[in-house]
């Protein structure tokens, strides 16, 4: 079956760095995204990832391996603003894409 | 539109009640879908339209969820004799070009919460 593993939750602290960690098991790889979803809102577009490597975009990034099946969202310089549920999804063969459980980020002052 | 629209943001439904969702994507947005999200889960694949085909309902949990897009803008979820099981989160979804667009990135509504009592 079709698989994305991502911890439930994870707290940080205000001005720090997080990374959020996403492995996958899927039928073909399209392609990787992040998106961050704030409790009782749309879930918003974060990164894309196709090739392994680092995308880095302002204090956000996001990192690929496809051998390993794994990646990661680094979030620096933590507000209080990025207190919501990060979510990973992978496009498979059939160019579906597979969502993860979300990770819940709080953020303590 | 700016943004995605739906409509009711919040529906109440007895049980065996008929309900239907309502969805406006983004003007010129070839993609279309339709998720569930339960409380604390990722957003659950229900069906895909691609401008007024439905290419992919393989996610809708039974013959009671129908969904449809005539003209290839608005769609509508339906749901017939609503159960307990069906309380979510219906999100919809739409997106510039085709799934194998590459980088194909959906924009979300703000969901429609479902609550059958």
């Known amino acids: 079956g079709q698989n994305i593993d991502q911890p439930t939750e994870m707290t940080a602290t205000e001005g720090a760095i997080v990374q959020i960690n996403c492995t996958y098991q899927?039928?073909?790889?399209?392609?990787l995204f992040w998106y961050q979803q704030h409790a009782g809102e749309a879930p918003t577009f974060l990164s894309y990832?196709?090739l392994d490597g680092l995308e880095e975009k302002g204090r956000f990034s996001s990192f690929l391996s496809r051998s390993k099946g794994y990646s990661y969202l680094l979030l620096k310089e933590l507000q209080m603003k990025d207190s919501a549920s990060y979510l990973c999804?992978?496009?498979?063969?059939?160019?579906?894409?597979?969502w993860g459980a979300g990770t819940k980020l709080i953020i303590k002052p | 539109g700016a943004g995605v629209s739906q409509s009711p943001r919040y529906k109440v439904a007895k049980r065996g009640q008929d309900v239907a969702l309502r969805c406006d994507p983004i003007?010129?947005?070839?993609?279309l879908f339709w998720y569930q999200q339960a409380l604390g889960q990722g957003p659950e694949f229900l069906t895909y339209?691609?401008?007024?085909?439905?290419?992919?309902k393989s996610g809708l949990p039974s013959d009671r969820f129908f969904a449809e897009r005539p003209e290839g803008s608005v769609s509508t979820l339906k749901i017939q004799r609503t159960q307990q099981e069906d309380s979510a989160v219906y999100l919809c979804?739409?997106?510039?070009?085709?799934?194998?667009?590459?980088?194909?990135?959906?924009?979300f509504g703000a969901g429609s919460r479902l609550t059958v009592l």
């Open positions: 999804a992978v496009t498979d063969s059939n160019y579906q894409l597979i």
């Open positions: 979804a739409s997106s510039l070009g085709g799934v194998d667009s590459g980088a194909n990135v959906l924009t």
């Open positions: 003007s010129g947005h070839v993609s």
């Open positions: 990832n196709v």
């Open positions: 899927t039928s073909g790889f399209n392609g």
């Open positions: 339209f691609q401008n007024e085909a439905q290419l992919d």
